[in-house]
């Protein structure tokens, strides 16, 4: 059975940064496309990086300044980097795995992931 486990949420001060994990348990295969997904209160859940099973990443144009994404296999997590954070990035921060996506060229939709974890708060108080 799949399983996602975000870590790596809290509070922090505008300016400041955050790394959240994305911990990947129990996917027979080695290679996956991983999407990390956000909701705010009263908003729509926005998609906002992601890193194909080939490893080719795309995050949205609205935080490419400030967010990264990267992996590292040997302990089967993908990390979304937040720096220079602000108040407007507060929302509950899933990830998303998808065994169909290999290349990302843009953000893709809710409807190709097929796992995803319970979410982390990120909260960004001004």
């Known amino acids: 059975q799949v399983q996602l486990a975000e870590l790596g949420g809290g509070s922090v001060q505008a300016g400041g940064s955050l790394r959240l994990s994305c911990v990947v348990s129990?996917?027979?295969?080695?290679?996956?496309?991983i999407g990390w997904f956000r909701q705010a209160p009263g908003k729509e859940r926005e998609g906002v990086a992601a890193?194909?099973?080939?490893?080719?990443?795309f995050v949205i144009y609205s935080v490419r300044d400030r967010f990264s994404i990267s992996r590292d296999n040997a302990e089967n997590t993908v990390y979304l980097e937040m720096k220079n954070m602000k108040p407007e990035d507060t929302a509950m921060y899933f990830c998303a795995l998808s065994g169909r996506v290999n290349n990302v060229k843009n953000m893709p939709g809710s409807s190709f992931f097929d796992s995803w974890g319970q979410g982390t708060q990120v909260t960004v108080s001004s």
């Open positions: 890193i194909g099973a080939d490893d080719s990443t």
């Open positions: 129990g996917y027979r295969y080695n290679s996956y496309c």
